[in-house]
């Protein structure tokens, strides 16, 4: 019966769980005395979702008996105190983010070190004149830029304020997973096995992936990612403005080689995003200060890509436009000038997206980059992985709250089913944008331009498209 | 030898229905397998039980709600229902007639040393165990168990017996009317195969009026019945106005006779936790 056994252990299960594969290796039969230490949850992944995360948790009074790890492959990172000089690795995180980062005490932190509330988006053509602004009608902020290693401070200070209910393994990178089988029927462990470079072996009740879009978590579970490499790199810098101004806007134009932003740091400086092709990126990183300063300028001022035709059919639907809306469309402002760029600030990275098929297994989950990749353009990436963490935080709760085991399918369902709903959506449309974007043929330019005017025109489109960004 | 209310020889534990469970022993901790709708009955009748021994305690910690609380769980099967009790803090005797499904659940808890510690399972009938408990636990559950047993009426004086006074007492069972024929055997075993066949017998099913009169000349209050329909396409159950098939129930152990001082039924929860962590939010 024990070589029976055995088999029944090692094979794959087909479980009727929507065709659910059961894929991944599974465990050998492993003495139950395994002197492994057991968590109820590891976070894998730390960096600002793996984080944010596990801060989460521990802050929660759900579950203050619980234990919960998080493992970081790279050395722990002092943040005392902040340079002067702007990071150019930056984050646009909307009010719903901002939320959830105060629920633990973490908002406030990033507030007394540094971060810049913008008003006001403005986005528009590079090929017509077609624009559309997005404000709040209160005036209120619409999301605020925040410099990635201000956000690691925060975290990192208030999961060192809960060091007793989570612990933090530096240096440690997490070299394979074990998956249990979905029902227990012989003497193997029901727990996911995780063991680490340095030999160290853990157990776990409830492995939660955050390690990036080239997560390994998710290629140990055999789980298909939908992934596409795009042909653009993005390329970041610290940029100093002309003049002082109440840096309160929010700039992208799209290029045909694609969308360049300028994003509001203080009143003198801003932090560049600019998508373009590989080659172009190369480009801009080895010529001087100076031409780069001048390729952005000429990027937001330029009307070289403009057509007389598209001019005109821009302009008819505008009047058309104002006859349905006599007040008209919003003014448009002009992007701020910049005078130059911080030395050593340019950097580039290649863009692509790329979406889980399934987010969650028994005794696993997937979050942020993990789970979804996402094109800059709508400055939604870390935002989608907070808002993961809000929604199966809230699950987690509720199944503790009812004595469930944290790693069952039936809570971890609900969580992929609410996020895959928003976050599909959502990186589809900023596809969508992304192609739309990318071309000069003229009938997709008067499309995208009678579409951006239209919908510039339409306060309660706007207003829907605000609310589900900023979540 | 001393009269016991309850003697051995004449038990509430009735032979045949103990055979039905024992080819199933090895399925219950299959949540897609025969028991899975008893699987899915813990997400109403675990909050059923935290939210009434929550309402009548005034202070608890979220992270172990039912810390300091003995639960007996009476028919505990292979433990699907001991082991959230035990995970929300309490401490749960299972007790079963039925060797094998102890098996079951002891092997099931051993992989979590807290639940291990927390959970202490039992082969034995209601009846074995008044005599060294009396007055033991704050807390009974039966739970798809009076469906089964051979004498009712002694069931609930056992329970009554290891009972601590003010103590609650927690039922679901199966009514005995027309529908709960149709849908809840011919449907649920012979048609869809939501409970295993022959598992349930009409005769044996007990009508809210008739536990509840039982419960009451024994002395308990009955609190709440509160009716349960199971949805088989979704695999969920809810809780429902109409009581006409499933159905739970909420009964007090009065305060001892004798006593004025109107003390809490439970001791303080949180109180005697003996690993704490952390501070109470």
Redesign the interface.
């Not at chain 2, 901790?29 to 397998?33: L, S």
């Not at chain 2, 910690?61 to 709600?65: A, K, V």
């Not at chain 2, 082991?83 to 803090?89: A, D, I, S, V």
């Not at chain 2, 690993?275 to 952390?278: D, L, Q, V």
């Given at each position: 019966t024990s070589a029976l056994m055995a088999v029944a252990c090692g094979r794959r299960l087909l479980v009727p769980f929507g065709g659910r594969l059961w894929a991944g290796r599974r465990g050998p039969l492993r003495s139950v005395a395994s002197a492994a230490p057991l968590y109820d949850v590891v976070v894998s992944g730390g960096g600002m979702v793996g984080s944010a995360m596990a801060a989460v948790l521990g802050h929660d009074s759900h579950f203050q008996d619980k234990k919960i790890a998080l493992l970081e492959a790279g050395p722990r990172k002092e943040y005392d105190c902040m340079p002067d000089s702007y990071s150019n690795r930056v984050s646009s995180i909307s009010p719903g983010s901002a939320t959830l980062l105060s629920s633990f005490g973490a908002w406030d932190h990033v507030c007394s070190l540094r971060m810049k509330p913008f008003r006001r988006m403005q986005v528009w053509d590079a090929c017509s004149e077609a624009m559309i602004v997005f404000e709040k009608d209160d005036l209120d902020d619409m999301g605020y830029i925040v410099e990635n290693d201000v956000i690691m401070s925060a975290l990192t200070k208030q999961l060192d304020a809960v060091a007793d209910r989570v612990e933090v393994f530096y240096g440690s990178r997490a070299v394979g997973y074990t998956w249990p089988l979905p029902s227990p029927s012989c003497d193997a462990s029901p727990w996911v096995q995780i063991e680490l470079a340095d030999g160290r072996r853990l157990q776990t009740k409830l492995l939660i992936g955050a390690d990036g879009h080239n997560s390994v978590v998710r290629k140990e579970a055999e789980i298909k990612n939908i992934e596409h490499q795009y042909d653009q790199s993005a390329v970041v810098a610290t940029l100093h403005l002309s003049e002082a101004t109440d840096n309160n806007v929010a700039w992208q134009r799209f290029l045909p080689t694609g969308p360049i932003a300028l994003l509001p740091l203080s009143d003198t400086a801003s932090s560049l995003v600019w998508s373009t092709s590989h080659e172009h990126a190369s480009e801009l990183l080895a010529i001087d200060e100076e031409s780069f300063v001048d390729s952005i300028n000429s990027a937001f001022w330029s009307n070289v890509n403009h057509s007389d035709f598209i001019d005109t059919a821009g302009a008819m639907f505008r009047s058309a436009l104002s006859l349905l809306k006599p007040s008209g469309t919003a003014v448009r402002q002009l992007p701020p000038s910049i005078a130059e760029v911080e030395p050593e600030s340019r950097a580039m990275f290649p863009l692509g997206m790329g979406h889980a098929t399934e987010y969650v297994q028994h005794r696993l989950a997937l979050i942020g980059d993990a789970a979804h990749r996402v094109h800059p353009l709508a400055g939604q990436g870390v935002n989608l992985g907070f808002g993961d963490i809000a929604c199966l935080a809230h699950h987690l709760r509720a199944a503790s709250f009812n004595g469930s085991d944290l790693g069952s399918l039936k809570h971890l369902l609900k969580f992929e089913t609410e996020r895959q709903r928003h976050n599909v959506s959502l990186i589809a449309a900023t596809d969508m944008l992304k192609r739309l974007y990318s071309t000069k043929l003229t009938p997709l330019v008067l499309l995208r331009t009678w579409g951006l005017q239209a919908t510039n025109a339409l306060p309660p489109v706007k207003e829907q498209i605000m609310a589900f960004a900023s979540k | 030898t001393a009269r016991r209310l309850c003697s051995t020889s004449h038990s509430s534990v009735d032979p045949a229905e103990v055979k039905k469970f024992q080819l199933l022993a090895?399925k219950w901790?299959?949540?897609?397998?025969e028991y899975s709708a008893l699987h899915s009955m813990?997400?109403i009748r675990?909050?059923f039980i935290?939210d009434t021994l929550l309402s009548m305690s005034s202070n608890y910690?979220?992270?172990?709600?039912l810390a300091g609380v003995k639960v007996l769980d009476v028919g505990c099967g292979g433990g699907l229902l001991s082991?959230?009790?035990?995970?929300?803090?309490a401490s749960v005797t299972g007790i079963d007639p039925l060797e094998d499904n102890i098996r079951t659940a002891d092997q099931?808890k051993?992989?979590?040393?807290v639940l291990a510690k927390r959970i202490q399972y039992k082969s034995s009938s209601l009846e074995e165990i008044v005599e060294e408990s009396m007055e033991t636990f704050d807390v009974i559950v039966a739970s798809e168990v009076v469906e089964h047993v051979a004498d009712l009426e002694m069931f609930i004086k056992c329970c009554s017996q290891v009972l601590k006074p003010e103590g609650s007492l927690f039922i679901t069972t199966i009514n005995k009317t027309q529908l709960s024929y149709v849908l809840g055997i011919v449907v649920a075993e012979k048609l869809l195969g939501i409970v295993p066949d022959g598992t349930h017998e009409w005769e044996r099913f007990v009508p809210p009026e008739e536990l509840e009169s039982l419960l009451e000349s024994n002395g308990f209050s009955v609190k709440a019945v509160q009716g349960m329909l199971y949805n088989p396409l979704w695999g969920s159950w809810s809780w429902v106005g109409s009581r006409s098939i499933n159905y739970a129930v909420h009964a007090v152990k009065p305060r001892a006779q004798g006593q004025h001082s109107p003390a809490a039924a439970l001791p303080e929860l949180g109180a005697e936790q003996p690993?704490?962590?952390?501070t109470a939010?």
């Open positions: - | 090895h901790w299959d949540e897609e397998g813990n997400d675990v909050p935290r910690q979220l992270g172990s709600p082991e959230p009790l035990g995970r929300l803090g099931h051993s992989f979590d040393p690993s704490a962590t952390g939010v």
